[in-house]
T-cell receptor, first 111, second 115 residues
């Protein structure tokens, strides 16, 4: 059973379009991290959200943590080919030092 | 500004050989984590180490796999008598404290192919 469900699993869109990917759980997290992984490389931390309802922006990327801290979303405006990658979310349940990882959303932006 | 360094980037081993994967954490980071990733899949936790101590190895198979993080030198993930099912990308990550608070800095991974 996957504690963190990411959707969609795969998304392919044209350059310039907007998109949203989701990270959902029935469990409450004290914080949640988003990573992007490019082919052949390790994941890179994009953002950590901590407070319920929190919104963080990173250029064209907007991250939101749900009010109940059970879910999060990543919205990309005017997607570019450089946004292509595997987007992973990881939640902290604060019960130990480990993060709970989602399986990822594979995003392809076509020029 | 060296990040997490993993080597080798690619490793090919015949069935039954040993594989040694090395990881040097970021300067100032004393917490090291090893993850395994199969193609088109997410990350699977293997082991968490601090200097000279294994904190959690619950994700690492009991047989053939071992990990260490000595006082001096890199962390080593060792796989003995490799089998085809060990073929995967192995990522090391480090953090200055517990990663659930600080987030991970990942290396570029070692891609192990067992032939």
């Amino acid at each position: 059973t996957q504690l963190l469900e990411q959707s969609p699993q795969f998304l392919s869109i044209q350059e310039g379009e907007n998109l949203t990917v989701y990270c959902n759980s029935s469990s409450v997290f004290s914080s949640l991290q988003w990573y992007r992984q490019e082919p052949g490389e390790g994941p890179v931390l994009l953002v950590t959200v901590v407070t319920g309802g929190e919104v963080k922006k990173l250029k064209r990327l907007t991250f939101q943590f749900g009010d109940a801290r059970k879910d999060s979303s990543l919205h990309i405006t005017a997607a570019q080919p450089g946004d292509t990658g595997l987007y992973l979310c990881a939640g902290d349940m604060d019960s130990n030092y480990q993060l709970i990882w989602g399986a990822g959303t594979k995003l392809i932006i076509k020029p | 500004n060296a990040g997490v360094m993993q080597n080798p980037r690619h490793l090919v081993r015949r069935r039954g050989q040993e594989a040694r994967l090395r990881c040097s954490p970021m300067k100032g980071h004393s917490h090291v984590y090893w993850y395994r990733q199969l193609p088109e899949e997410g990350l699977k936790f293997m082991v968490y180490l601090q200097k000279e101590n294994i904190i959690d190895e619950s994700g690492m198979p009991k047989e053939r796999f071992s990990a260490e993080f000595p006082k001096e030198g890199p962390s080593i993930l060792r796989i003995q008598q490799v089998v085809r099912g060990d073929s995967a990308a192995y990522f090391c990550a480090s953090s200055p404290g517990q990663a659930n608070h600080y987030g991970y800095t990942f290396g570029s991974g070692t891609r192990l192919t067992v032939v």
